[in-house]
């Protein structure tokens, strides 16, 4: 099984960057079969899948937050990133980086809660 784990400052202010870093183990973001995924959770709303790396470097982003939104990765650390610039309250959420377990299920970081707040 693999493991996932978000790491990144709890609390960003307004028009600042948020920045987020998932650290994988029992797995390989580079040999991949499936992309790393960042989904996020507002309070009180549903999942938002935000974007995803594939194993070959390829990004793919929601419409909807592509202009703020650049997920890398770091091969050498087995470890991928998520950039949202331009951050506003409504970007408060509970953020998750996830991979398709290619067993119909998905395995999940434990999440980490960023607050956009001055």
């Known amino acids: 099984q693999v493991q996932l784990q978000e790491s990144g400052p709890g609390l960003v202010k307004p028009s600042q960057m948020l920045s987020l870093t998932c650290t994988v183990s029992g797995g390989s973001i580079p040999t991949s079969d499936y992309a790393w995924s960042w989904i996020r959770q507002p309070p009180g709303k549903g999942l938002e899948w935000m974007g995803a790396i594939a194993s070959d470097g390829s990004t793919y982003y929601s419409p909807s937050l592509k202009s703020r939104t650049s997920i890398s990765r770091d091969a050498s650390k087995n470890q991928f990133s998520l950039q949202l610039s331009s951050v506003t309250p409504e970007d408060t959420a509970v953020y998750y980086c996830?991979?398709?377990?290619?067993?119909?299920?998905?395995?999940w970081g434990q999440g980490t809660q960023v607050t956009v707040s001055s």
């Open positions: 996830a991979v398709p377990t290619g067993r119909g299920d998905w395995d």
